[in-house]
């Protein structure tokens, strides 16, 4: 099991680099929301280092068994391939997916080919703690053969009609200018971290990761569809799992969280029948990670977010504090019941599941 103290992780600001043994200076806000402008380090073993293994696959099943994009590497092609799933990616993210043993160098060399190529554009964006962060995100080009990749690629996938569902027929390609705060980008950089922590964690196996926005259609038959900020299709045991991800940042009213979120994932999970025509599966889970930038009071959020959601069918939702999710996300991090004290400390709280 995952030592459950916080020194085995570190913070690592983009901008200027620091070593990577650094102790964080505030263990228990780092846990709540600090996904911003972290990066999880390596594995630490009495105080030693782990070495990280060469990688031989991509992190998701369904890239990697894409073909090679034109005038691309195996690499190069898994790499904009992650991108077109999460919309856009940081640096930090990417090394974290593909690039786990390289130096940063040799990422950003192959970005810049990429971008000559015309795969990839960069985009500078102000930094949380001042500089700028850079990001890469798809081209058109890179989001109508990708797409179109992952759709041949997964068709005879049993999930496959939640892909089917999800995948436009085209979809705009980014228009961000450098420099440029979009109110948007923690809430995505956020998110993004969670999938990569997920995708890279020891023991999981994803058939499916993306973190689009407005990934479905407003409407299928007479549902209302939620917008989930994620969608995960996991193997467990040979089944095929679906994960729908909420990640609540505590700056919106409970009520919309009602009604955006509860009331359409719990009408359509009523609809067995429905569910598997549109997703391929009957059932499906409801994943929140909760923060509260707002406040700096995540447990008294997350227990009036699991309030709300007692309306819903049993165990169809799920909830966590995002650093949890973000730090340990093959452990017992999922309350079942209300949180009993206010501690944001993982190893405070008993009864939790995975």
Same mark, same amino acid.
């Given at each position: ?146 797409? &179109? ?21 085209s979809r705009r390609p ?18 993004? $971290? ?14 499916? &990761? ?36 909420? $990640? ?17 994932? &719990? ?13 391929g599966v009957r059932t ?71």
């Open positions: 099991m995952t030592d459950r103290t916080a020194d085995a992780f570190s913070a690592r600001p983009i901008d200027p680099p620091v070593s990577s043994n650094q102790k964080i200076e505030n263990v228990d806000r780092w846990l709540v929301d600090g996904t911003l402008g972290v990066t999880q380090p390596g594995a630490v073993r009495d105080g030693v280092r782990m070495a990280t293994p060469p990688l031989t696959h991509a992190p998701l099943v369904a890239i990697n068994r894409l073909p090679n994009l034109p005038g691309t590497t195996q690499r190069d092609t898994w790499l904009v391939a992650m991108v077109v799933l999460l919309r856009l990616a940081s640096y930090d993210q990417l090394r974290r997916l593909l690039f786990p043993s390289r130096d940063g160098s040799v990422l950003r060399r192959r970005g810049l080919r990429l971008e000559e190529r015309g795969w990839l554009r960069r985009w500078d964006s102000p930094a949380p703690r001042g500089g700028l962060l850079r990001y890469v995100h798809p081209t058109p080009k890179a989001l109508r053969l990708v797409l &179109a990749n992952l759709a041949a690629c997964t068709e005879t996938e049993p999930w496959a009609p939640i892909v089917r569902t999800m995948l436009p027929r980014l228009a961000l200018t450098s420099g440029d705060m979009r109110k948007w980008l923690p809430h995505q950089r956020e998110v993004n $971290h969670v999938i990569t922590t997920i995708a890279t964690a020891s023991g999981r196996r994803l058939l499916w &990761a993306s973190t689009w926005d407005c990934p479905l259609p407003k409407r299928f038959g007479i549902f209302s569809l939620p917008q989930p900020d994620y969608v995960l299709v996991e193997d467990r045991g040979g089944v095929p799992s679906l994960v729908f991800g909420e $990640h609540d940042r505590g700056t919106e009213p409970v009520e919309r969280f009602v009604a955006r979120k509860v009331e359409p994932y &719990a009408t359509l999970a009523a609809f067995p029948e429905a569910c598997e025509s549109m997703l499906f889970e409801v994943h929140v990670s909760v923060i509260d930038v707002e406040s700096n009071a995540p447990i008294e959020r997350l227990r009036l977010l699991q309030s709300a959601a007692t309306s819903a069918p049993p165990c169809l939702f799920r909830f966590t504090l995002g650093g949890w999710l973000f730090s340990y996300p093959g452990e017992k991090i999922w309350f079942t019941d209300p949180p009993e004290i206010a501690s944001m400390r993982w190893q405070d709280h008993d009864g939790l599941t995975h």
